[in-house]
């Protein structure tokens, strides 16, 4: 296999490769740009079309996504698989990685958009150049772009493998995408309301990509993601890779949300009234007071069939202590 396949090793040790571009023996070929990222091009007449961009590591302690970019990326290197797509693979947060940590300072996540230009720190400087490593790598003109941006949960999830659509102003969620995130095995996808400041909310609203966040399972540490199974989405992906997806226009099954409210702390008083072990997709009723927090603001469900996702009292203020999500369709 290539050293470059080892993009892992490398980016764990902070180490820079002595040779930053080399060949597959089929002539695809693999360029390491920095640290945690590498571009892969097609050999010659065998492209696609198609620029996909695979990031995992955004929070350093979601390794199950890791692990999984790691085994595909090993495939190319050593030729079991030729890509026809050209594909960026990013780990998004060395630093964190090596820790076990879902982040150093500040989450990463929270700082796409430019708003990390706001801010300082080891987060901030990586968010901008994440942006501009995905900004370079989608700016041909005339091709599909595709950005997935792989997450584990910090709890156990009711539906253990959905997505989260982004939102542009603007702009249709396509049923394509969806069908296709169906094949790769993801049961329920949310509907963003507004624009976002995670990675894949960015790569949407302002590198015109198709782009996801996905949550695959609960976060585990590296070697111990035996009960995340990545075989549906793993298969689909090296479809996508060889351009050989068989095509997929089913949404059996996929249960669709848009997101009712986001649930922001403001101060060190926030208060959520939830079991610390409530699972994602847990089911509220209305009335129910879900949180509260300085100057007795009051946080009530009203919505018919409300859920929760990602409830997180820890967060910093001013920050998403959850979502409130209600079912949908297209
Ligand atoms: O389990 C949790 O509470 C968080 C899991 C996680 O990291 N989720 C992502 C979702 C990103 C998005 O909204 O697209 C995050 O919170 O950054
Ligand atoms: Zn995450």
């Not at 509907?191 to 609960?218: M, P």
Request: hydrophobic share 40%; with cysteine; proline share 5%.
């Amino acid at each position: 296999m290539l050293a470059l396949g080892k993009l892992l090793e490398l980016t764990l040790a902070g180490r820079e490769p002595t040779e930053k571009i080399q060949l597959t023996r089929e002539g695809a070929r693999l360029h390491w740009l920095g640290l945690g990222a590498l571009e892969v091009t097609p050999p010659v007449g065998a492209d696609c079309g198609l620029d996909l961009l695979l990031s995992a590591g955004i929070h350093g302690n979601e390794t199950a996504p890791i692990e999984l970019l790691d085994r595909l990326l090993q495939r190319i290197a050593s030729g079991q698989l030729i890509p026809q797509a050209r594909i960026l693979f990013l780990f998004g947060n060395p630093e964190a990685m090596r820790r076990g940590e879902r982040y150093i300072e500040q989450d990463i996540n929270r700082l796409f958009s430019g708003r990390h230009e706001q801010s300082s720190g080891p987060e901030a400087l990586r968010a901008n150049e994440l942006e501009r490593l995905a900004a370079a790598f989608f700016s041909k003109t005339g091709r599909a772009r595709l950005h997935y941006d792989l997450h584990t949960a910090i709890r156990a999830s009711k539906i253990e493998q959905f997505a989260l659509y982004p939102y542009a102003e603007g702009r249709k969620h396509s049923a394509s995408e969806l069908a296709r995130l169906r094949a790769a095995g993801i049961d329920a996808v949310l509907l963003q309301k507004k624009v976002g400041i995670t990675f894949s909310s960015y790569t949407y609203a302002h590198l015109d990509a198709e782009a996801f966040t996905l949550e695959l399972g609960k976060a585990r540490p590296f070697g111990q993601n035996q009960e995340v199974n990545l075989d549906l989405l793993e298969q689909r992906l090296q479809q996508l890779i060889e351009n050989n997806e068989p095509a997929d226009t089913r949404l059996d099954g996929l249960q669709l949300f848009s997101v009712a409210r986001e649930v922001i702390k403001h101060s060190d008083a926030f208060k959520l009234n939830l079991p610390s072990d409530v699972e994602n997709f847990s089911e509220l009723p209305v009335g129910y007071l879900l949180a509260e927090d300085i100057a007795g603001t009051r946080w009530l469900v009203e919505e018919q069939g409300a859920r929760i996702i990602f409830p997180n009292p820890k967060v910093k203020n001013g920050l998403r202590a959850g979502i409130l999500i209600v079912p949908t369709t297209l």
